[in-house]
């Protein structure tokens, strides 16, 4: 299940959060120019509506499922299998975010697709009831192998408790027994059928690694998996219990790397020049990698510390290293803007999520951003080539070379600095892609900087002064 395929000359892929389904049925054009393989989307299923949340309809009740209807706030079945068939037509996959571990919190109340649910009793499985799956107390693990007296995760030291026990009160399934898992399996199988190419796998640290697989091995359509596990070190469970099924999300990338672009906790770009399994990351070919995602960048899920869209000129600096480097599949984050962490993506009074308009104050759209997409293009022209002619200054200035396809160079040191590289390029004339819309000359649109001559021995002269809007220069071929 690690492998994935994407469309030839892609290998990027993209998670609209919170987008509705038919505004990705209608980019899914537009993301195939601009080099993307796949979209990560939303949580399909029924979940959970928090009308009297406050805020109200927290992007979190998605988290919450009710049952495995398709129907959710990005819209219903229809609108979902149309999105599909229109991204697969464009050669764009769909990669469902799966929440499997648990249904809701407790409480009772009524779904997205008009189900009832009830979370029951808080410390026992009394008066759970789920009718549209249908589960009842019997599918959720409780006292009999979950070792917490609340019934909740208290202690993260505790593999029992992490698996077995409630995740912030959220009812926990019983994946060790085969009905549970067969209705998880057969969710998962219905949108395989529709056309789904892979699948996020929600609090994967949360299931046991033998549960999953016998999930996985049910599956029929070889989907690509990736498994949400965040270990950011000082835990027993770890990254590596799940790479034998498939991909595993690297949270200690994004962590690292917003240091080193940011020279904080003792680190600098020089560091990066062995970015990787080197730094106790798992292997490169095991490992989905992003500089922030939907929870961290509100401080949920292991948050704090990573770069995000509100510090944009960092942001594109940790964006484009990860875009120009050879580890990990990479996933580009695409937001709408907030200031409460649990408010939802942009909307009526109601809870119905407006049409996206990237730009307009409200969806930030970092994947349309052209630092962001030229450098999937970089990344794209580069797949398979090796780093080859690194140099940096020791502290925040960097350059290499990825074969003889692609240069970039970083400068984010207080000052500005000049340097004659070898950039491995063939001799020619190349626009700068950050700051230019094309590749080759004439370099126009954006904020072009114009083009570099690079010479029969491959080398050329850049400048990056700490006043530009974007410390980056980056070109291939
Ligand atoms: C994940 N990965 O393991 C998701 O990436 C993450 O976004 C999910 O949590 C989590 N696992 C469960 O699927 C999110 C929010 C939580 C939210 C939860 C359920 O980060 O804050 O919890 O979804 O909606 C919310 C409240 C909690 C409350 C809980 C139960 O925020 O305060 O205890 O609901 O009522
Ligand atoms: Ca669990």
């Known amino acids: 299940f690690g492998g994935y395929s994407c469309e030839d000359g892609r290998d990027v892929m993209v998670h609209l959060f919170e987008w509705k389904w038919s505004d990705i049925a209608s980019n899914c054009h537009r993301l195939a120019q601009l080099g993307y393989c796949a979209v990560q989307v939303s949580p399909p299923h029924e979940h959970a509506v928090y009308a009297n949340n406050d805020p109200p309809y927290p992007w979190w009740q998605r988290?919450?499922?009710?049952?495995?209807?398709?129907?959710?706030?990005?819209?219903?079945?229809?609108?979902?299998?149309?999105?599909?068939?229109?991204?697969?037509?464009?050669?764009?996959?769909?990669?469902?975010?799966?929440?499997?571990?648990?249904?809701?919190?407790?409480?009772?109340?009524?779904?997205?697709?008009?189900?009832?649910?009830?979370?029951?009793?808080?410390?026992?499985?009394?008066?759970?009831?789920?009718?549209?799956?249908?589960?009842?107390?019997?599918?959720?693990?409780?006292?009999?192998?979950?070792?917490?007296?609340?019934?909740?995760?208290?202690?993260?030291?505790?593999?029992?408790?992490?698996?077995?026990?409630?995740?912030?009160?959220?009812?926990?399934?019983?994946?060790?027994?085969?009905?549970?898992?067969?209705?998880?399996?057969?969710?998962?199988?219905?949108?395989?059928?529709?056309?789904?190419?892979?699948?996020?796998?929600?609090?994967?640290?949360?299931?046991?690694?033998?549960?999953?697989?016998?999930?996985?091995?049910?599956?029929?359509?070889?989907?690509?998996?990736?498994?949400?596990?965040?270990?950011?070190?000082?835990?027993p469970i770890t990254a590596g219990e799940y790479t034998s099924m498939g991909r595993v999300t690297e949270f200690k990338y994004g962590l690292s790397l917003s240091d080193c672009v940011r020279a904080a906790n003792g680190q600098k770009l020089a560091y990066l020049s062995n970015f990787g399994e080197d730094w106790g990351f798992i292997g490169g070919l095991s490992a989905v990698v992003f500089v922030d995602n939907h929870d961290n960048q509100r401080g949920h899920g292991?948050?704090?510390?990573?770069?995000?869209?509100?510090?944009?000129?960092?942001?594109?600096?940790?964006?484009?290293?990860?875009?120009?480097?050879?580890?990990?599949?990479?996933?580009?984050?695409?937001?709408?803007?907030?200031?409460?962490?649990?408010?939802?993506?942009?909307?009526d009074g109601s809870g119905n999520t407006n049409d996206v308009q990237c730009f307009d104050g409200d969806w930030v759209c970092e994947h349309e951003w052209r630092q962001i997409h030229n450098m999937v293009g970089l990344h794209n022209a580069a797949v398979g080539e090796p780093v080859a002619n690194w140099w940096d200054n020791g502290n925040m200035a960097i350059a290499f070379s990825r074969g003889a396809k692609a240069f970039v160079f970083i400068n984010k040191e207080e000052f500005s600095v000049t340097q004659t590289f070898q950039t491995g390029l063939p001799a020619g004339e190349y626009c700068d892609v950050i700051s230019c819309d094309g590749n080759l000359p004439p370099c126009t649109g954006g904020e072009c900087l114009g083009s570099i001559s690079v010479d029969d021995a491959g080398t050329a002269t850049v400048t990056i002064s700490n006043t530009d809007t974007d410390p980056i220069r980056a070109y291939h071929v």
Not at 123 to 147: E, K, L
Not at 326 to 345: K, L, Q
């Open 63 to 235: 988290y919450q499922p009710v049952s495995y209807i398709v129907t959710s706030r990005s819209g219903d079945e229809a609108a979902f299998q149309n999105m599909v068939s229109t991204c697969n037509a464009a050669g764009v996959k769909i990669y469902v975010d799966t929440v499997i571990n648990h249904m809701t919190a407790g409480g009772s109340g009524t779904g997205s697709a008009g189900s009832s649910w009830n979370g029951g009793d808080d410390y026992t499985n009394i008066g759970q009831d789920y009718p549209s799956v249908p589960f009842g107390p019997g599918d959720f693990n409780g006292a009999d192998n979950c070792p917490s007296s609340s019934g909740n995760i208290d202690d993260y030291q505790n593999v029992d408790q992490v698996r077995n026990c409630r995740l912030v009160g959220l009812r926990d399934l019983r994946l060790g027994d085969d009905y549970p898992r067969d209705m998880v399996r057969g969710y998962m199988q219905k949108v395989i059928d529709w056309g789904v190419a892979g699948f996020r796998i929600d609090a994967a640290k949360h299931m046991w690694p033998g549960d999953l697989g016998s999930i996985y091995g049910g599956l029929s359509g070889s989907p690509f998996i990736y498994q949400e596990v965040i270990d950011q070190g000082g835990e």
């Open 302 to 347: 292991g948050g704090g510390g990573v770069l995000t869209h509100k510090e944009p000129r960092d942001y594109k600096v940790a964006n484009a290293f990860m875009l120009a480097w050879p580890y990990g599949y990479p996933r580009v984050m695409s937001s709408y803007s907030f200031e409460n962490a649990d408010a939802g993506p942009p909307s």
